[in-house]
């Protein structure tokens, strides 16, 4: 029965919008070009998502909260293009856009990580990414579910559930859809909403990005603003896109860097910002005389060898490189988890500080709240600021990256380092480094997986330029048919 609604709608859909084919699998360029062109409303769009999410979240849970206003801003946007309002120009204009759950807005969405313990609190303000995005005209669809507190609460709790949100599917395998930007990467990858912004401290945009088959981007750290944003920690947190192709992701990201006074960290990283913005490094040769380097261990241990030859197109792969020190960046004697639990207590505490109102103000109360189940909650409570022991932690990670990742890529004159999957967040996450992740295929079990570029801070242009290359030359995102065929009946339960 479930089956055959979801189809008919898929006719609806279609039917609704005559001229353009469909909003399904629609990028931000076709729906541009389909305003142009009269033949598609930001109403449209919005009615579409709506009825995606009113079909498909009770299954996929991707979506938390949708915007009770989100008719009226598409109302609005429809209205600005008539008019050839300035701003009606802009790639997002009258794009709906999903964010994550710990992106606070200062509308009727709540802002609450996914739990209970945050509902009903008002933030002061929106999100520094968030003013960006209304700038740019975006409408905001609603907020995505996630690994609830970005799995900073407790390890114990599955990928991609929350209190809240219940528990989030990928469509490809409707099993366990990695996080914690569980929501925006399921939502996307079902065409719940056209894109979506995630938020990483280790591995939450590239990891569900992977399970889902779309485009993440983790942006070098600073180079958006993570004002607004329920935090980890400062030195790590990143806010940025996911998508379902590379140019919808570069669209995004454009409309979201650069300076905010909230966070100071963006202005050093903003001169990092090409003039002209990212999209101009949509290049479908993208992948000429790059040099791509393979670190064999430990990335290549599980049978995925032959996966990079598929860059070919001119690449150059420098194989059989090594991280000098990667067994101790993997161990939990570096120092992340160390510093993170500092960070985490600080910044938190400073979080619920701000909030106009809320139930609970600081960390000792989100534990009382929790009760049971909050063992990392419980280590950083036990930390007490950044004192020798942290200090040192700090230098470890420092050296661990200057004479890790840094070397290798300025030894060898790298623009990126390739491997299959996530494994990498890490060595980008203590660095503060950006990563991209494209789809890439399916391992022997049918799960999805992407092929992931990473490198030095502020290395976004040449990113993109291999991702987009990449994913032009193999194009290998396939809508989650899946769903569309009426195995979601029998996988409901
Ligand atoms: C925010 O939470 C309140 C309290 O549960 C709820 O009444 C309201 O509907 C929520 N807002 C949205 C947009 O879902
Ligand atoms: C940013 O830096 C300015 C100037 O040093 C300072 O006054 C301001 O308080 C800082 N803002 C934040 C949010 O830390």
């Known amino acids: 029965m479930y089956s055959s609604s979801i189809l008919f709608l898929y006719h ?44 498909l979240n009770p299954v996929l849970k991707g979506v938390l909260e949708v915007n009770p206003d989100a008719l009226y801003q598409a109302d609005k946007a429809d209205h600005e293009r008539k008019l050839k309002a300035p701003g009606s120009l802009s790639p997002l204009h009258g794009i709906p856009i999903l964010l994550k759950d710990n992106i606070a807005t200062k509308d009727k969405l709540n802002t609450t990580a996914g739990s209970y313990a945050l509902l009903g609190s008002v933030v002061p303000r929106d999100a520094g990414v968030v003013t960006k995005l209304r700038k740019a005209g975006a409408i905001i669809l609603g907020k995505a579910t996630l690994s609830e507190w970005c799995h900073f609460r407790t390890f114990e709790s599955p990928n991609g559930w929350s209190a809240r949100g219940g528990q989030g599917k990928s469509p ?70 996911i998508c379902r192709t590379v140019a919808d992701a570069v669209y995004v990201l454009d409309a ?54 598929k860059l070919k197109q001119g690449t150059i792969l420098v194989d059989n490189l090594e991280i000098a020190n990667i067994d101790e960046i993997y161990s939990p ?120 570029f990473g490198g030095l801070k502020g290395s976004e242009p040449k990113l993109i330029e291999i991702a987009y290359g990449f994913e032009q030359a193999t194009k290998i995102r396939k809508p989650p048919k899946f769903i569309f065929k009426g195995s979601i009946a029998s996988l409901q339960s």
């Open 12 to 55: 609806v859909a279609i039917k609704a919008v005559h001229g353009f084919s469909s909003i399904e699998e629609a990028t931000v360029h076709d729906i541009q070009r389909a305003f142009k062109q009269n033949q598609l409303t930001s109403r449209k769009l919005v009615e579409f998502y709506l009825k995606q999410i009113s079909r």
């Open 172 to 241: 490809y395998t409707m099993g366990d859809p990695c996080g914690s930007s569980s929501g925006p990467a399921i939502s996307v990858a079902a065409n719940m909403a056209a894109v979506s912004l995630g938020t990483e401290t280790d591995a939450s945009i590239l990891c569900p990005s992977s399970y889902n088959l779309v485009v993440g981007i983790k942006p070098t750290v600073g180079l958006t603003s993570r004002a607004g944003v329920i935090p980890v920690s400062p030195r790590q947190d990143s806010v940025g896109p």
């Open 333 to 452: 004697t570096s120092g992340e988890g160390t510093v993170l639990a500092t960070e985490f207590k600080i910044s938190i505490n400073a979080y619920l500080d701000e909030l106009v109102t809320s139930p609970v103000r600081s960390l000792a109360d989100l534990i009382d709240f929790n009760k049971k189940n909050s063992k990392l909650f419980v280590k950083a409570e036990a930390t007490n600021g950044i004192g020798n022991a942290e200090k040192a932690a700090l230098a470890n990670l420092a050296e661990l990256t200057r004479e890790g990742f840094v070397e290798l890529m300025t030894k060898n004159k790298l623009d990126a380092i390739v491997t299959p999957g996530v494994s990498v967040s890490t060595i980008l996450a203590i660095g503060g480094f950006p990563g991209v992740i494209v789809p890439a295929g399916y391992d022997s079990k049918g799960k999805p997986f992407g092929l992931c």
């Open 256 to 309: 979201i860097v650069g300076i905010d006074h909230y966070d100071n960290a963006t202005i050093e990283i903003s001169r990092h910002i090409p003039k002209g913005g990212y999209a101009q490094f949509l290049k479908a040769d993208g992948l000429r005389a790059k040099r791509v380097g393979i670190v064999r261990d430990p990335f290549y241990n599980f049978g995925m060898i032959l996966l990079p030859l």
